[in-house]
């Protein structure tokens, strides 16, 4: 498995202000994801977090929204930016270990955002 | 589009009871089904299925899978309150960790 922590667990913020998330994981991965999970509703994925390029934006997600930051194999951060009532919400990173048949995908304690 | 769905989207039981959960999916390159319990805020994981009509176990938790139906099942036995969760399948849809969530199954275990 992996050991994954977020920071911070949870946040209240103010409308038109950005917050940022980060991801850390216990050992090298290759492969990292940020998802949502609106009120009520099933994960949705974000973006791929990809390490030394700019990620890869699910449909209906954008960079200047959603800016995601992926320095090492080790850690991420997305930033929530211009925050509305609408993107209250639990954000997960989630890290896949596997071979190349398959992947094992873990996730971390999420970061639950409430904008008010 | 690809599509996961789950059934039932809720369900209530009694201590000791047994159910089943039900996933299917429509969806291109299809490389892998995983199950999720989620109880708070992270999805913890269950089990990952690649192969058709191999059982996974663990403990009074099983999973199996049948590709020709395109479809899963998640069988807990002598079900107790601590299970009450949601519990929620995924799709790894091409060879890129992607994963696409089902709706989840809310159980909820009662005394």
């Known amino acids: 498995s992996a050991v994954i922590s977020q920071k911070p667990s949870r946040d209240i913020c103010q409308r038109g202000t950005s917050l940022t998330i980060q991801c850390q994981v216990d050992?090298?991965?290759?492969?990292m994801f940020w998802y949502r999970q609106q009120p009520g509703q099933s994960l949705t994925l974000i973006a791929t977090a990809n390490q030394g390029s700019e990620a890869t934006y699910e449909s209906g997600f954008v960079i200047d929204k959603f800016p995601i930051s992926r320095p090492n194999l080790t850690f991420s951060t997305l930033t929530v930016s211009n925050m509305s009532p609408e993107d209250s919400s639990i954000y997960l990173c989630?890290?896949?270990?596997?071979?190349?048949?398959?992947?094992?995908?873990?996730f971390g304690p999420g970061t639950r955002l409430t904008v008010t | 589009e690809d599509k996961v769905v789950q059934s039932p989207l809720s369900l209530v039981v009694h201590e000791g009871d047994t159910v089943t959960l039900n996933c299917s999916y429509e969806?291109?390159?299809?490389?892998?089904l995983l199950w999720y319990k989620q109880e708070k805020k992270a999805p913890t994981f269950l089990f990952m299925l690649t192969s058709s009509g191999i059982e996974k176990k663990s403990g009074r938790l099983s999973s199996i899978l049948d590709k020709k139906e395109l479809s899963s099942i998640l069988n807990i036995t002598a079900t107790q309150t601590g299970d009450s969760a949601i519990y929620l399948c995924a799709v790894e849809a091409s060879n890129t960790g992607k994963l696409i969530f089902g709706q989840g199954t809310t159980l909820q275990v009662k005394p």
């Open positions: 969806v291109t390159n299809f490389r892998s």
């Open positions: 050992s090298q991965v290759t492969m």
């Open positions: 989630s890290v896949a270990r596997g071979t190349g048949a398959s992947y094992e995908q873990y």
